[in-house]
């Protein structure tokens, strides 16, 4: 069971703009840098944003993240159908120990 | 280039042993934070152990007790030693390098599949 929550699926048209939205509490996410990754079908998580909102050498601006309290929210402009993945939210939970925590995935589909 | 490569997945008994590997190219596993994520069949990601450039070790409490991270310098290979295995432990598991300031993962390897199953 994840502390950290996620849509369970969100799409839109090619071109279009998607949020993904991370809840979590002031254990995690209120006091913990956020990472995101991407999950391309039957491959390995990749990293795409880390410390809120910096970006990984190669990976495009169309992706950036945010943070705003206890959420945080990644957002992808420009969708693409290579974008077609599964996305999570990660860090810190200071109730656990050395508690790395994930979300819990979203589906991003292009129709 | 960056890579990691892991290795040791395969089918095993409820009760039984597995060691994994994660071998490391274009940096030093000694030098760095080093980590195991584990992602069921159709799941979310997981945390699982990891091993601090000084030594220090962590598990998620679904593990402690039962699985043991090492590494080998001389190899520049991490490892995972599970025993008692249980059928919740079906996993695919990813190896990944963690920052050792801030918690996030990058890279990871392509991931080995451990089945437990009778």
């Known amino acids: 069971q994840s502390v950290l929550t996620q849509p369970p699926s969100v799409s839109a048209a090619p071109g279009q703009k998607v949020t993904i939205s991370c809840s979590g509490s002031?254990?995690?996410?209120?006091?913990?840098?956020v990472s995101w990754y991407q999950q391309l079908p039957g491959t390995a998580p990749k990293l795409l944003i880390y410390?809120?909102?910096k970006r990984p050498s190669g990976i495009p601006d169309r992706f950036s993240g945010s943070k705003s309290g206890t959420s945080a929210t990644l957002g992808i402009t420009g969708l693409q159908t290579g974008d077609e993945a599964d996305y999570y939210c990660?860090?810190?939970?200071?109730?656990?120990?050395?508690?790395?925590?994930f979300g819990t995935g979203t589906k991003v589909t292009v129709l | 280039e960056v890579q990691l490569v892991e290795s040791g997945g395969g089918l095993v008994q409820p009760g039984g042993s597995l060691r994994l590997s994660c071998a490391a190219s274009?940096?030093?596993?000694?030098?760095?934070?080093m980590s195991w994520v584990r992602q069921a069949p159709g799941k979310g990601l997981e945390w699982v152990s990891v091993?601090?450039?000084?030594?220090?070790?962590y598990y998620a409490d679904s593990v402690k007790g039962r699985f043991t991270i090492s590494r080998d310098n001389s190899k520049n290979t991490l490892y995972l030693q599970m025993n008692s295995l249980r059928a919740e432990d079906t996993a695919v598991y990813y190896c990944?390098?963690?920052?050792?300031?801030?918690?996030?993962?990058?890279?990871w390897g392509q991931g080995t599949l451990v089945t437990v199953s009778s």
């Open positions: 990944a390098r963690r920052d050792s300031r801030e918690h996030w993962f990058d890279p």
């Open positions: 274009g940096f030093t596993v000694s030098s760095n934070y």
């Open positions: 091993i601090y450039s000084g030594g220090s070790t």
């Open positions: 002031s254990s995690n996410i209120g006091n913990n840098y």
């Open positions: 410390d809120n909102n």
């Open positions: 990660g860090t810190w939970d200071s109730s656990l120990s050395a508690g790395e925590v």
